[in-house]
């Protein structure tokens, strides 16, 4: 069965970095974009990037285009989220999802992020 | 991108049906039919409930609809059961490979 489990959350200042990963499998990780969503606490989704199967493009939200960068490693079956600059408002949980054209089915547990 | 607004909290008792709306634009919602819903329990991840509007994923009971006209998707849930208590989400294609999501509504069965 599908599993995406995000490690790499943690505390870091404000202006700090940290790069989220998304180890992928139960399906053929090349095949399929995949997005990042995030939730702040006590606060809805919000979708923050996607990534097309070969990574050759990418598409952010506003609020985090040109701080944050998403990549892929297809030979490691693996998602990234770098975040720079970060702020105390990206404070929230991650998650890595799998793209369908009509949605997002699969999604991982969660990672923490903290920025103080 | 704006949210979409869904209303914040919503219920039912048990047995009865509570429907959920999700209003976007004619750059989100109206514009496409890749309108999907998520459930959320407390500290658990989202769960793929509806997609393109009013198709249910294998394993979701049928108790689940979802519709939509115009601006605005909705979601039906029939037969409210105890476990149905959640947040819901709705979500939306908005164009270039981007995506919105709605404010999210407590469903709560009293």
């Known amino acids: 069965q599908v599993q995406l489990v995000e490690s790499g959350g943690g505390v870091v200042q404000p202006g700090g970095s940290l790069r989220l990963s998304c180890v992928a499998s139960?399906?053929?990780?090349?095949?399929?974009?995949m997005q990042w969503v995030r939730q702040a606490p006590g606060k809805g989704l919000e979708w923050l990037a996607h990534?097309?199967?070969?990574?050759?493009?990418?598409y952010y939200v506003g609020s985090v285009e040109g701080r944050f960068i998403v990549s892929r490693d297809n030979s490691k079956n693996t998602l990234y989220l770098q975040m720079n600059s970060l702020r105390i408002e990206d404070t929230a949980v991650y998650y890595c999802a799998t793209d369908a054209d009509w949605g997002f089915p699969d999604w991982g547990q969660g990672t923490l992020v903290t920025v103080s | 991108q704006s949210a979409l607004t869904q209303p914040p909290s919503a219920s039912g008792s048990p047995g009865q049906s509570v429907t959920i709306s999700c209003t976007g634009t004619?750059?989100?919602?109206?514009?496409?039919?890749?309108v999907s819903w998520y459930q959320q329990h407390p500290g658990k991840a989202p769960k793929f409930m509806i997609f393109e509007v009013n198709k249910r994923p294998s394993g979701v009971p049928d108790r689940f609809s979802g519709s939509k006209s115009g601006n605005t998707a909705s979601l039906t849930v029939s037969a409210l059961q105890a476990e149905d208590e959640a947040d819901y989400y709705c979500?939306?294609?908005?164009?270039?490979?981007?995506?919105?999501f709605g404010g999210g509504t407590r469903l709560t069965v009293l």
């Open positions: 004619n750059s989100d919602v109206g514009g496409y039919n890749s």
């Open positions: 979500a939306s294609y908005a164009g270039s490979f981007t995506w919105v």
């Open positions: 139960g399906f053929t990780f090349s095949e399929i974009s």
């Open positions: 990534i097309r199967l070969d990574g050759s493009n990418q």
